[in-house]
């Protein structure tokens, strides 16, 4: 071919003039047989002084260098000399079909390395002898004429024979390496912004898309001209591939066809390919020292256009998020190791940690210096290999500041911070704020200079706080009172977020080395791709029937089926999504870092479908698909930053402006059910409840109230006494009302006998107590089938907000109770309130006219997690939720009521402390000046009868006081040392505090 062999003379004759010295000269000649996919190279090395280079041969056969052949080589390297005024010749063969091959820096490990066939040539790596280094190439390349091919080029020439084409890329500045992409199928255009031709090669079907592409592409090129320096180039293609890559080389980007169709592919990845030509392909990258380029270019192509747009925190918090995901203990590496992305944690650590690296110069030293920084850095090593070294002075350079301390802490150390704080207080000195706090860090600190954000009702101030030490105290003086103070609300601090931060989504699933799998034996195979599909190398199998707490609180789960019982007894059993497959990560009840995935998939097909999309979505927390076509994407907010105080702005309250109890009442009458909760000892709160009984009933509302003072088991001791079968001495005891709940019947009374006259329905709500109690003690599995037999069917644990106020409420009073397992006490709550909400529902069902007002106490229904969630979720019925004298806290409830204090008349009192034991009823303790004391009884005594009653227990001596009157002597029959005593005790209101006896 004379046309190839005159210009490769030609190149040779005048590349000396280019610079001499130790640069290498490499002229690759090629020509490639794409019907038994094998090429055969030529390549003439030369230099401007004698050397010696070591050339990768990996992948390539039939090597000689100057016509001797090169035995076989165990390292996949040769060593060849240059130099001297000649050239060194190095021939050799290679097949490539697309198959995996040989690892190179920068190749991602399973990718193909290259391919040819009869329609595509794609080669990335091991395609010629690749020296160390950096080189200044010039490629000819021989195809079958059908195909238009891309290098990494400058000016490109093509001359045709026959059958075949040659052509030729020549590039005038030094490279570190050679790609190439052809293809019969390519379609080409060509724009220009400015200077720069643009071209774009993509496959004829998906030819459409060249004018987003190149469009993109100019508004890319337009932005970092701007904020750098000039495009380094005369020339950027936009290059269509088979393989699945994100390839950037100097002057042309490659992106895989199964990517480019996207439509956020030019949004964000397009944009960090075109920085890379200033990172990494102008200013290479010195591998052996580490891989800033990936993590400067994501700061300032994925993070800055988002950043533009208003969701900067939102990124940054999220690379946090990824990193709780996937970076561990055991696969943590520092940013200073980062080479390329081989795995999820790597690409966190690469990509993400290393972009928080740049923000954190940014942060430190502002937008002027820091850019001003990067224009030096690229000028100041343009067309060399640079590394973190040379980063580091160009920012000292510019910022006058010595910072071995920031480079080599953030850089060489593996972990990141790990922060905790202490509850802020608040005090007034000398008339001004002071907030106090304590900060801590659990492993070797960092310093740390850490953003705090104080709000206050009218803006928002940032201070910084300097922590390098492992427990720090702070005072900070405040201008004004805060309305709540947040540490790093920006996310500007690459740290470990808290539980609190943490949203449930797919990547913290991936990221884990061992998941517990529920799923029924027959269904295994429907989900065992998915399953596969999440890369978690540890995977245990249990069916629903075997799975047992201690595996259910110690692991992760994946819980196959909606209609799994352990997705009923976890998460309430939650709405089938509807389509092909659904997928919903929930945050683990019984585990404050796992996870639970609950899968629900129509058969196989749908499973097969989505198995290889699912790495791609991460960030998401619930998804549906259909056919492998993404419907739903979702994901749970969480709060910002690590809380320090929260002190709410005090509401001005406009007196006779403000809705009265009663003007609310026609907003009530909306609502099918309406929860109106209590202080269970306030007597103005059940008067507010029965005023608004008697409102719905005037309306003409067919009404029933719901009660958690009674209790399930005990409906017809209720009946029975609204209907008047029994009297309420004998309701009291039949309905075990002060054995199970103990509150002065007085509190209630009125209620009740509201419900009786108007033959209004009084339903028990209240789960038996002697399983709550047990379950608080001992768990779900302590129970016994008969006990389990009457539970609902659907737990739903689920809700982190109402396990966090739930743990507050365990800190208080957890121990004092005997209760030491916070996942006992959870599971009692959380059965206490489903039991509720699954009796109310059942009469609602039962009651399709009526109304209902469920009256309990506040802690049940405020933020309504906790019963009116768990009904609705059943029901789907509109309620209002009423609760009283709590804090004005934002969606605490629809209406807060703010009562005045209502004194009432309750059961007398005997004055003693009491023990049941062994159907006796003994005195443990005696008040004194008390009736019990003035009546002569004594510690030990043991109570038989009061009033004419017999006493053999507590609620016995109750049921007989609640009918005494305060004023009233009656007589009380005592066991003292084997003789049975009558005394006469007169009933009269006293201070009980003070006890003798046993306490």
């Known amino acids: 071919m004379p046309i190839l062999k005159n210009l490769i003379f030609l190149i040779m ?103 040819i066939d009869a329609t595509h040539v794609f080669l990335m790596a091991g395609w010629f002898p690749v020296p160390e280094g950096l080189a200044r190439y010039t490629l000819s390349v021989t195809l079958p004429r059908k195909f238009k091919a891309v290098s990494e080029a400058e000016n490109v020439s093509v001359a045709y024979a026959e059958t075949q084409a040659t052509h030729l890329f020549q590039f005038e500045h030094p490279l570190d390496g050679l790609h190439l992409a052809a293809s019969t199928n390519f379609e080409v255009r060509q724009d220009k912004y400015n200077d720069i031709v643009i071209e774009s090669y993509f496959f004829k079907e998906d030819a459409a898309l060249a004018d987003t592409y190149i469009a993109h592409t100019k508004k890319y090129l337009e932005l ?38 996207l439509p956020f592919i030019v949004k964000t990845s397009l944009a960090h ?129 010595k910072l071995d301390d920031y480079f080599d802490t953030w850089l060489n150390r593996a972990d990141i911070p790990r922060l905790t704080v202490a509850e802020g207080m608040l005090e007034v000195q000398d008339g001004i704020p002071v907030l106090k706090f304590t900060l801590q860090q659990r492993e070797e600190p960092f310093p740390l200079d850490i953003p705090i954000q104080v709000h206050t009702e009218s803006c928002i101030k940032t201070l910084s706080v300097r922590m390098d030490s ?159 076509r993404i419907i739903t ?60 009984i008697r409102h719905l009933f005037a309306s003409g509302a067919e009404v ?42 007085g509190l209630y009374k009125p209620i009740v006998d509201f419900l009786k006259t108007n033959d209004i329905p009084l ?59 916070f996942n006992f006490f959870l599971q009692a709550q959380v059965l206490w309130d489903e039991s509720m909400a699954d009796r109310a529902f059942r009469f609602l069902e039962n009651n399709p006219g009526r109304k209902l007002v469920i009256l309990a106490g506040n802690g049940h229904i405020r933020h309504g997690y906790g019963v009116p969630q768990r009904l609705f979720r059943r029901s789907g019925e509109p309620y209002t939720v009423i609760v009283q004298d709590e804090a004005l806290e934002e969606d605490i409830a629809d209406y807060v009521l703010l009562t005045t204090e209502i004194k009432g008349n309750p059961a007398p009192k005997l004055g003693v402390m009491v023990e049941e034991k062994d159907s006796a009823l003994t005195i443990a303790g005696i008040s004194k000046n008390g009736p019990a004391e003035k009546a002569g009884l004594n510690q030990g005594d043991i109570i038989q009868a009061f009033d004419g009653q017999t006493i053999a227990a507590l609620a016995d001596l109750k049921i007989a006081l609640y009918f005494c009157r305060k004023d009233q002597t009656t007589t009380i029959r005592i066991l003292r040392d084997d003789q049975t005593l009558d005394k006469d005790i007169t009933l009269f209101e006293f201070n009980s505090f003070s006890m003798h006896g046993k306490k």
Request: aromatic share 10%; with cysteine; charged share 20%.
């Open 273 to 401: 390919e075109i920085l890379h030509q200033w990172f990494g392909n102008y200013v290479y990258i010195d591998h052996v020292h580490g891989n800033w380029a990936e993590g400067l270019t994501t700061y300032l192509s994925d993070y800055l256009l988002e950043e533009k747009q208003g969701r900067g925190r939102a990124y940054r918090k999220q690379v946090m998020v990824d990193f709780e995901a996937y970076v561990n203990a055991g696969n943590a590496v520092p940013v200073s190791h980062f080479q390329y992305r081989s795995s999820k944690a790597l690409s966190t650590i690469g990509y993400g940690r290393t972009a928080m690296f740049f923000h954190g110069l940014r942060k430190r030293f502002g937008d002027e210096t820091f850019f001003n920084a990067m224009v030096d850095f690229i000028h100041d090593n343009r067309l060399q290999t640079a590394s973190w070294h040379d980063i580091q002075q160009s920012f000292e350079n510019n910022s006058g500041d």
């Open 470 to 628: 492992q427990e720090q105290a702070f005072t900070l003086e405040l201008d004004s009172l805060p309305t709540k103070v947040i540490l790093d609300e920006n996310y500007d601090l690459m740290r470990h977020l808290v539980q609190a931060e943490k949203p449930p989504v797919l990547a913290g699933i991936m990221g884990l080395e061992k998941l517990t799998v529920v799923v029924e034996k027959k269904l295994q195979p429907i989900y065992g791709p998915l399953i596969k599909a999440l890369g978690v190398r540890k995977i245990d199998m249990a069916t629903p029937g075997d799975i047992r707490f201690s595996a259910l609180k110690e692991n992760s789960l994946v819980i196959c089926g909606y209609d799994n019982p352990v997705a009923k007894t976890l998460l309430g059993g939650p709405i089938p999504p509807g389509t092909g497959l659904g997928l919903k990560v929930f945050k683990h009840p019984y585990s404050e870092d796992g996870l639970i995935l609950l899968i629900h998939a129509r058969d196989m097909q749908e499973t097969l479908a989505v198995q290889r999309k699912l790495r791609h979505y991460g960030k998401y927390s619930e998804l549906t698909f259909d056919q492998g």
């Open 763 to 821: 339903v028990a709500l209240n789960i038996p107590g002697d399983i709550s109690k047990q379950v608080a003690r001992k768990g779900l599995e302590s129970l016994s089938d008969a006990q389990k037999a009457r539970l609902p069917a659907e737990l739903d644990f689920s809700n982190e907000a109402y396990q966090n106020d739930l743990k507050d409420v365990f800190s208080l009073h957890g121990d004092k109770t005997g209760i030491n397992e």
């Open 13 to 115: 004759m005048v590349t000396p003039a280019l610079g001499w010295g130790t640069e290498l000269f490499y002229v690759l000649d090629v020509s490639i047989d794409t019907t038994m996919k094998r090429l055969s190279g030529t390549a003439h090395l030369s230099s401007g002084h004698a050397r010696e280079v070591r050339l990768a041969i990996n992948n390539l056969s039939n090597i000689t260098v100057d016509g001797k052949q090169v035995p076989d080589t165990s390292n996949g390297m040769i060593t060849v000399g240059v130099g001297n005024g000649r050239s060194t010749v190095v021939r050799y063969d290679a097949v490539f079909d697309g198959s995996p091959a040989g690892q190179s820096i920068g190749q991602p490990i399973g990718q193909p390395i290259g391919m």
């Open 224 to 261: 970092y001209e701007s904020i750098l320096t000039p495009y380094p180039y005369k020339r950027f293609a936009i290059v269509e591939n088979i393989l699945p890559t994100g390839y950037s080389m100097p002057t042309f980007t490659l992106l895989g066809h199964a990517v480019v169709k």
């Open 633 to 692: 994407k979702k994901r749970v907010e969480t709060g910002n930053g690590m809380r320090i105080l929260e002190y709410p702005a005090p509401l001005a309250l406009r007196p006779g402006h403000d809705p009265t109890l009663g003007q609310t009442m026609d907003v009530l009458l909306k609502s099918r059910v309406i929860f109106v909760g209590e202080k269970h000892d306030r007597y103005a709160h059940h008067m507010h409840q029965l005023e608004i």
């Open 704 to 745: 029933a109230v719901g009660m958690e003072m009674f209790h399930q088991p005990y409906q017809v001791a209720v009946d029975d006494y609204l209907a008047g079968r029994i009297d309420e001495r004998e309701f009291l005891k039949q309905s075990r009302y002060y054995e199970e709940w103990r509150y002065d019947y």
